[in-house]
């Protein structure tokens, strides 16, 4: 606990007034430090600098292939000549892709260069988005959601599963480079927890058998495709309905999606309600 007694200034002080001032709270801030240092749990932050490493350094050559090269083209023809720099988001998203699921600080560059930004701003996008992953991951990259409902419900067994089946701890790769764990804030799938998002698919209702047998399937190339709903409860159940299913709106009709709406990548702001069935 901090206890330093607080100090009122007049309006009027000088510059060595300041610097004593600052001498002297930053004698008291050791213990409190001290006090929080035991705290280990990552939150799914990552650095918000570079290290160079063998395989990531500016010099390492990055480029697009020709066909993430069209895509990149359609994505940028959605924004106006002078704002290119509004694609940095999914350029980035398109250079993680193609790069095996992470950025190299080369892919950066890339698409700073391509948007005519500096590259110190799209370092700040990549820094601060945590669907960026500056450093290498495995095949399989699984984020565990460790907030209060997933806790609650079993995230920290879960947790120890994966650790215990895989031989890793939180924040590590497997040697065969095929799994990284990392536990992470709330991923929204509160409804049916516990659960993971691995790589882009959310997989919820786990338990210690269910991680297990999901592990086992992405060894063997056979991750568990997707339910209806965008997500696959791995308890058997439909989406969030609970163990009595379906128990009303039984008369709503579900909206129909034109699934080839965006097939040409172009996007009609009058028209995109009506699309997504609104």
């Known amino acids: 606990r901090c206890t330093s007694t607080v100090h009122t200034f007049p309006l009027s002080f000088s510059s060595a007034t300041m610097l004593s001032a600052a001498r002297h709270l930053s004698r008291r801030l050791p213990s409190v430090v001290a006090a ?17 490493t063998p395989d990531n350094t500016p010099e390492t050559y990055f480029d697009f292939t020709e066909e993430n090269y069209h895509r990149v083209n359609k994505i940028l023809s959605k924004y106006p000549a002078n704002y290119k720099q509004s694609g940095i988001i999914p350029l980035l998203d398109l250079a993680q892709r193609q790069h095996g699921g992470w950025l190299p600080v080369a892919a950066m560059d890339k698409v700073a260069q391509i948007v005519g930004a500096a590259p110190s701003r799209v370092y700040e996008v990549a820094s601060f988005y945590t669907m960026f992953n500056r450093t290498k991951v495995g095949k399989y990259f699984i984020q565990l959601c460790g907030t209060t409902p997933c806790m609650i419900c079993g995230s920290e067994d879960i947790k120890k599963t994966i650790e215990k089946h895989l031989g890793i701890k939180n924040g590590e790769t497997t040697k065969d480079g095929m799994f990284t764990l990392l536990e992470v804030e709330c991923l929204g799938a509160c409804a049916n ?9 959310y997989y919820e209702c786990l338990n210690a058998k269910s991680i297990v047998e999901l592990l086992e399937a992405c060894k063997a190339g056979k991750p568990p495709a997707m339910g209806k709903w965008g997500s696959l409860p791995m308890n058997g159940q439909v989406s969030c309905e609970g163990p009595l299913g379906k128990t009303s709106l039984f008369e709503v009709e579900a909206p129909k999606v034109d699934v080839t709406r965006f097939k040409e990548g172009q996007v009609d702001p009058a028209s995109v309600k009506a699309h997504m069935a609104y």
């Open 193 to 201: 927890a516990p659960m993971i998002q691995l790589n882009d698919d």
């Open 36 to 52: 929080t240092s035991g705290q280990t749990r990552s939150m799914g932050h990552a650095q918000s600098f570079h290290i160079n």
